[in-house]
């Protein structure tokens, strides 16, 4: 099978970062705001940013209820930090007002890790991804705190302070982390996913 075509929803946050860094993977990758242009990719990518703006802007954009859709009937969709709460059933510590996509049945605490000064890097073995520990970037990061039995863990941090805090999860097509592997060069997390999407489409 030729490249998957790939989306980054392009509301708010990293998303020429991720762009760039799954067309690098093998993906035809775009960026995707509107329901037209969902309807053209095969797995989507919700990036880091903030997720209450981005759960604003879904539905400003009308892209909510496409999304749910997709998810639904199994497209693959990939989220990083605040795509991790926009992927979770049950968000701690977030606005009353914000709702995401609910697809990855687990919950996570909003800015678990802290504030933007509490940024750390450390590195997190990833269940399925090959070679040493990835290098993983924490920017005001969410963490999980529960997961539902269909929901795979495939990373937590090492040591430090926040030692075995959950920061990867699966379910199924749906994947997520805390941390922003768009940031660091390493495309393996990106090649995980894109191997996702290839998989699923086949």
């Known amino acids: 099978m030729g490249a998957p075509t790939i989306g980054v929803l ?30 053209a990719v095969d797995g989507l990518v919700v990036p880091g940013g903030e997720s209450t703006t981005i759960s604003k802007l879904a539905d400003i954009f009308e892209m909510r209820e496409p999304i749910d859709k997709r998810i639904a009937d199994g497209m693959p969709v990939y989220g990083s930090c605040a795509g991790m709460i926009m992927l979770a059933t049950e968000v701690l510590d977030g606005r009353s007002d914000q709702r995401g996509f609910a697809g990855i049945d687990m919950t996570v605490r909003r800015n678990a890790f802290g504030r933007q000064v509490d940024s750390f890097e450390a590195p997190v073995t990833i269940t399925g991804v090959p070679g040493e520990p990835f290098h993983a970037v ?37 994947l997520a982390t805390s941390f922003h592997p768009e940031l660091t060069g390493d495309l393996r997390v990106h090649a995980y996913f894109v191997d996702l999407v290839r998989n699923a489409s086949a």
């Open 10 to 39: 392009a509301l708010q946050g990293d998303v020429r970062e991720h762009v760039a860094a799954l067309a690098a993977a093998g993906a035809d990758a775009r960026p995707v705001r509107r329901p037209a242009e969902l309807d």
């Open 138 to 174: 924490f920017i005001r990061a969410p963490w999980v705190e529960r997961v539902g039995a269909g929901v795979q863990v495939i990373g937590s941090v090492a040591g430090g302070p926040a030692a075995d805090r959950i920061v990867a999860v699966r379910q199924g097509n749906l």
